[in-house]
């Protein structure tokens, strides 16, 4: 395709192609408004300068530094949301955001607290996602003597310490797995659940509503063991193969947190696709095409476009306002995917 020029530029905000050389060069200064439809107009189309458009737009705002570690870079819902971040800071208009996304590989205390400090290091507000461990709480609350908030994303930690947790409310998550697999079962049997760690305050919650359920509303059907699989594919492979091969009457299972893509392709390795009911988070490349082949029947997502929008309003709050009166939560409506609607 042709790429988009500064004529076309011009028609698409309704302006003069002077009015724009205005805005790129900063030669003679355009009302906001006129500066704000012209960088609009430039990210509508792609224009090749809407780097420099943004600048010239916003030079005047206040400019804040926003860190965010997140787990598992290897994993695709971390890669998605890091690129959500990158892109949600982009259409921040009140202020110029410099966003700062990095990972930790492995959900220790001592590797989360190193990533953390190095983070709060160089921003002004960080945003986590963590087990709750009593040493990362007491990371936090140094940070926060410090006047660095630190938000909790996905699943809870350091409650009465940290700023606001952003997510999904968990506990309804899992009850929703539950209701999903009662209700698509043929017949009542066994269950059961995968939890990354009981350190995962989102996770555990899960497991409880996933619980609570199956004992309030369904009974008859039989919720086995919890099994821990680290949030990893490998485990999860094996753990599913080995819950196959014991429980050979299962009905089906959730898996809480991470590591589906292993569970996946244990039911495709034993051909049970459509066989079980089986219900995991995130909709990814990987458990899409699980939905269109039976082997999945329903995805529960996390909402990244809403959360981010969500998470730079509160972290920017905190830096301007500082911290708030009392520690919150902020829950949003989770995602969810069959078959049908992918």
Known sequence: MRRPTISDLAKASGVSVATIDRVLNGRHRVREETARRVYEAAQSIGYHAVGLLRQRVFEDLPQYRLGFVLQKPSQPFYQAFAKEIAATAQTVTTARIHAQVDFVAASTPTAIIEKLKAMAARTQAV??????????????????????PVFSLLSDFATGVRETYIGVDNRKVGRTAAWTIAKSADRSGKVA????SHRFHGHELREIGFRSYFRENAPDFEVLDTLINLDTAEITHEATLNLLQKHP??????????????????IREEGLAG????VVNELTPESKAALADDVVTMVIGTPLPSLCNELFGLMIGAVERGEA??????????????????
Not at 127 to 148: C, Q
Not at 193 to 196: D, I, M, T
Not at 328 to 340: A, M, R, V
């Open 127 to 148: 945003a986590l996602v963590a087990p709750d461990y009593p040493a990362v709480t007491s990371a936090i609350e140094e940070l926060k003597e410090k006047g660095i």
């Open 193 to 196: 659940c995968f939890v990354g």
């Open 325 to 342: 009166a009392m520690p919150g939560q902020s829950f949003l409506p989770f995602d969810i995917f069959i078959s049908e609607n992918i």
């Open 249 to 266: 009457d299962l009905i089906g299972f959730y898996v809480c947190g991470g590591g589906m893509e292993g569970a996946i392709s244990a």
């Open 275 to 278: 066989k079980l009911v089986v």
